[in-house]
């Protein structure tokens, strides 16, 4: 883990990087390893409730939804290693998905219109 205050600075090296994790591994591209963010899902469709929502990823909720620190927490996070397979969590819009970089965590975040009861 680094801490940096240019957190973007070492994206150059990404893909050198990557190319020579699949070769350690053995695999063509990190896309063949497993978690990877190109991967298929292993398992096959998870099971969904009657309320309609599934847990998009098997991990403790580090916060839940609900008032933090005096104001809403308008969320839920959930911790897990990087590359770990996030489903959806139910049917909606995705507005936005990606790193949040206040954090340096993947984000995606669903309207509440587009959640029930919200």
């Not at 963010?37 to 409730?49: D, E, I, N, Y």
């Not at 969320?75 to 949040?100: F, H, K, L, Q």
Request: charged share 15%; glycine share 12%.
């Amino acid at each position: 883990m680094q801490v940096s205050a240019f957190p973007d600075k070492y994206g150059q090296y990404e893909h050198d990087a990557e190319q020579v994790v699949a070769a350690v591994a053995g695999v063509a591209t990190i896309a063949d390893l497993p978690g990877a963010s190109l991967a298929a899902c292993p398992g096959g469709p998870t099971t969904v409730a009657a309320s309609g929502w599934t847990a998009p990823l098997r991990a403790p909720v580090g916060s839940g939804y609900g008032p933090r620190a005096g104001r809403l927490h308008a969320g839920v996070d959930m911790g897990a290693p990087r590359n770990t397979i996030i489903r959806a969590a139910s049917a909606g819009e995705v507005v936005w998905a990606g790193c949040d970089r206040a954090f340096a965590r993947a984000r995606a975040t669903i309207p509440p219109r587009s959640i029930p009861g919200r």
